[in-house]
């Protein structure tokens, strides 16, 4: 009698035993076992490519002043950590919410502060997004879509300098792929759990630059309604509770500062009254898109940084060499991918991805092309994902559809598309010919792959030779991507002088801050030596000058002074702005007050607010001059100048004592 041996445990509907330790440790390094052999190591190179692009010679990093005020402030009071706060005092709060600083803050007290302690996380994060962004890219449409995603993302040059600085950017591009993940999984499966995971990320996002956090939720509710399992009650339902842990995860740190007494925090800089709830819909909300609000300091043009707003506006001389590389190819293949996935089922995961990949790119685009308000060019970072994903998608599906497919239009789609993206690559590296051979090297390597690529799949499709094809697709990746690596080589290993309105590559002009030069900065050159706080390259002291007072200039040899005279007052000094607070916060290490928050024009103090500090001892010094702006900043100058004792060695500076005041 034959014994039949018991099937498999998969055939009898048991799941087979986890792998050992040792194959998942083995599986690190080379993939899961049906990945091609490649993938794994081709992703580890990306990342490696991509840390060594973001931490280059990170201790010479000239962060934004503004941010690391605020920071070391934090280090040294966890009120001030909890709001925010530029200065340990708590006078005032920078004009964003504090996640960022949260996360760099604990860096700091964990690591020291210094300047590699506050980049580090925004290395950390910015490699991180490249490694969520392959994984998302690879699970619908493998491993070579996956690695061109991961490798453009790597590439993009504004992501390159923006990782290597200290503007909370960085930390809201990963929470918000972080909510891209979890809402793709939702989709997928229909759970109502990973819905609400990516309503948590995107409210964390939004604790960290508001407003700019919810530029992809429309499309991350269309794709969400239209293409997730179940039924459409369902979908609704779960949307609905999605929703309120976006508003919860959101709202949280704003209701709870809006609910302390003014008179028990700083204020809120940036606000017009004092809340965080006018920040967020003025200064950090339609203000940035429509160029003013309720929010005085949303008053400024975005011209000055990003060039004229405009359709064009991400292809001009000062945007085009930061973003715009992949931007043709981008358009191709989100076109392209919705044709070829049209007649999927509704819940097809592929057109699904691409749905959510085009609206975070078309979203993005319009959102910084015509804003109105305040733009800094190193903002279109947050768009880079969705460009690089639908290059690594775009570039599978119409090369599959370019090899097999029958219709005479698909021979012609992708050469079009590496054709149009490589003529542009050409004209973004003429516009800075003559400012390197890097650059002279990229142009040539760009044209010629280029060309070379194109007649190859073309040639090889026509001849029906797959290896030719092979090499000539492998050869518009060369092309697509030369001059973005030379702009993010040099973004790496050129020191930039401009740690708030940073850029890549040569300057062309155009705008303020180009280059790391010029405009309204919070970082420009070394720190200059001082006792507090250590290891950091930062300042707002020009060369051979002073630190900028509201038309008066604060050197070191008056933080001396004040230092010396302090006599135990909380705040060593009180100036117009947060640039010049910033400052000597960082030389001196002490608490300084920002009378008008970043643009002069906050009324965080009034006169009377002022006397209460004088007589109670908390502040002796001020700097007034005939430059201030606003009614209260004009009254306060008066009262200080009739009132005060000036010092004479030092223009502009008063002593004021509780027997000055009235």
């Known amino acids: 009698m034959t014994t039949l041996a018991p099937p498999p445990a998969r055939e009898r509907g048991h799941r087979a035993a986890p792998p050992a330790r040792s194959d998942r440790l083995r599986r690190v390094f080379t993939g899961a076992p049906d990945d091609p052999r490649w993938a794994r190591p081709a992703l580890w190179a990306v990342l490696v490519l991509a840390t060594a692009l973001y931490a280059w010679n990170l201790s010479s990093v000239t962060g934004n002043s503004f941010y690391d005020a605020a920071v070391y402030s934090g280090t040294k009071s966890w009120k001030a950590f909890f709001f925010g706060a530029l200065d340990a005092g708590s006078f005032i709060t920078v004009d964003k919410p504090p996640f960022a600083l949260w996360v760099m803050g604990l860096s700091a007290r964990l690591l020291g502060y210094g300047t590699w302690q506050l980049a580090l996380p925004m290395v950390a994060v910015g490699v991180g997004s490249v490694a969520l962004l392959y994984r998302m890219v690879k699970r619908d449409f493998g491993a070579v879509a996956a690695t061109i995603a991961g490798l453009a993302l790597t590439l993009t040059p504004i992501t390159v300098t923006i990782n290597r600085d200290t503007n909370p950017d960085p930390i809201l591009v990963f929470l918000m792929l972080l909510g891209a993940a979890a809402l793709l999984k939702a989709v997928r499966t229909g759970r109502l759990l990973p819905l609400v995971w990516s309503g948590v990320a995107i409210g964390f996002a939004f604790n960290t630059k508001m407003m700019q956090a919810y530029v992809v939720l429309p499309a991350f509710f269309a794709v969400y309604l239209w293409a997730a399992r179940g039924s459409l009650g369902r979908r609704i339902r779960n949307l609905v509770v999605g929703t309120v842990a976006l508003v919860v995860s959101s709202a949280w740190w704003m209701v709870v500062v809006d609910l302390i007494p003014a008179s028990s925090r700083p204020y809120i800089g940036g606000s017009t009254d004092n809340t965080v709830w006018d920040l967020v819909i003025g200064y950090n909300g339609f203000g940035r898109i429509f160029g003013a609000s309720s929010s005085v300091g949303s008053q400024g043009n975005g011209a000055s940084f990003g060039g004229e707003a405009g359709l064009y506006r991400l292809f001009n001389s000062i945007m085009g060499g930061q973003i715009s590389w992949l931007i043709p190819f981008a358009l191709v293949a989100l076109v392209g991918a919705l044709v070829l996935r049209g007649r999927a089922p509704r819940t097809d995961a592929k057109r699904a991805a691409v749905l959510l990949w085009g609206g975070w790119f078309v979203l993005h685009y319009l959102t910084f092309a015509l804003a109105e308000g305040t733009f800094h060019p190193y903002y279109v970072t947050a768009m880079a994902p969705g460009i690089a994903a639908l290059a690594g998608i775009g570039a599978v599906m119409l090369y599959r559809a370019f090899v097999e497919g029958s219709a005479a239009k698909w021979a012609w789609v992708l050469p079009s598309a590496i054709a149009a993206s490589t003529v542009w690559a050409v004209v973004l590296l003429q516009r800075v010919s003559g ?196 009614s209260a900043n004009s009254e306060i100058s008066t009262w200080v100048k009739k009132n005060g004792t000036a010092v004479s060695d030092y223009s502009g500076l008063y002593r004021l004592d509780a027997s000055d005041v009235d």
């Open 435 to 630: 400012s390197g051979t890097l650059y002279t090297v990229a142009e040539v390597v760009a044209g010629v792959a280029g060309a070379a690529a194109v007649l190859g799949l073309l040639l090889g499709r026509f001849t029906r030779r797959q290896r030719l094809m092979g090499c000539a697709a492998l050869a518009a990746v060369v092309a697509l991507l030369a001059g973005p690596a030379a702009y993010s080589v040099s973004a790496a290993t050129t020191a930039s002088t401009n740690g708030t309105n940073p850029t890549a590559g040569p300057s062309t002009g155009g705008g303020m801050g180009m280059g790391g030069g010029g405009g309204m900065t919070g970082g420009g050159g070394e720190r200059p030596s001082g006792e507090a706080p250590s290891g950091t390259a930062n300042s707002t002291r020009p060369e051979g000058g002073g630190m900028g007072g509201g038309g008066t200039q604060v050197s070191s040899a008056m933080i001396t002074y004040l230092k010396k005279n302090q006599d135990g007052a909380t705040w060593l000094v009180a100036v117009a702005t947060d640039q010049t607070a910033s400052s000597i916060i960082l030389e001196s290490g002490q608490p300084v007050i920002s009378m008008g928050g970043w643009s002069g024009s906050d009324d965080a103090m009034t006169l009377t607010k002022l006397k209460s500090l004088v007589k109670a001892g908390k502040l002796h010094y001020i700097v007034v001059s005939d430059s201030g702006q606003g």
